[in-house]
Antibody, heavy 119, light 107 residues
Framework: QVQLQESGPGLVKPSETLSLTCTVSAASISGYFWSWIRQPPGKGLEWIGYIYSSGNTNYSPSLKSRVTMSVDTSKNQLSLRLSSVTAADTAVYYC?????????????WGQGTLVTVSS | DIQMTQSPSSLSASVGDRVTITCRASQSISSHLNWYQQKPGKAPRLLIYGASSLQSGVPSRFSGSGSGTDFTLTISSLQSEDFATYYCQQTYTTPWTFGQGTKVEIK
């Protein structure tokens, strides 16, 4: 069973950079797309972007100027960095695998980690 | 961006009811439509991909249909564990977008 686990600071100050790691177990990162999604408290889901195991990325235009995703295949980890954060970036952040199907879909998800932006 | 609109936003139903949730895309997305179930405090769970393909391990009471701009998620006989919020998602083009969610509550 593929497992994903997000980790990182739960509190980030405004204007600073949010940094999260997603550790994947029971599956290799190689050969798959991986995605980050966020959900503000009490609200819906927002796609942040995806990264292929080779490092190719596709970011949401609304966040593109502030987002960086990377992969470390040796550690089987993904990383997300979001710069110049504001209170609007407070959310539960999820990493997920893009399933190997005929269409893109998110078949395995991490449990999510709440990041609060506050001074 | 492609806008995804779900209806209703919430509904009340009883165990055993047949429940239908609709999702409309602002432009054609062929069959690149997925459905997820989310329970409070939990990550979303993939139910249906490609508009009508049932994800492994998902009960057969869940089904999906549609193509183009109009899609439906049907729960044939609602069970207690199905009370949750359901989201549709298009992956026809980036940015991938989700519907606003439909909360299924106990009547």
């Amino acid at each position: 069973q593929v497992q994903l686990q997000e980790s990182g600071p739960g509190l980030v100050k405004p204007s600073e950079t949010l940094s999260l790691t997603c550790t994947v177990s029971a599956a290799s990162i190689s050969g798959y797309f991986w995605s980050w999604i966020r959900q503000p408290p009490g609200k819906g889901l927002e796609w942040i972007g995806y990264i292929y195991s080779s490092g190719n990325t596709n970011y949401s235009p609304s966040l593109k100027s502030r987002v960086t995703m990377s992969v470390d295949t040796s550690k089987n980890q993904l990383s997300l960095r979001l710069s110049s954060v504001t209170a609007a970036d407070t959310a539960v952040y999820y990493c997920a695998r893009v399933g190997p199907y005929s269409t893109f879909c998110l078949d395995y998800w991490g449990q999510g980690t709440l990041v609060t932006v506050s001074s | 961006d492609i806008q995804m609109t779900q209806s209703p936003s919430s509904l009340s139903a009883s165990v055993g009811d047949r429940v239908t949730i609709t999702c409309r895309a602002s432009q054609s997305i062929s069959s690149h439509l997925n459905w997820y179930q989310q329970k409070p405090g939990k990550a979303p769970r993939l139910l249906i991909y490609g508009a009508s393909s049932l994800q492994s391990g998902v009960p057969s009471r869940f089904s999906g249909s549609g193509s183009g701009t109009d899609f439906t998620l049907t729960i044939s006989s609602l069970q207690s564990e199905d009370f949750a919020t359901y989201y549709c998602q298009q992956t026809y083009t980036t940015p991938w977008t989700f519907g606003q969610g439909t909360k299924v509550e106990i009547k």
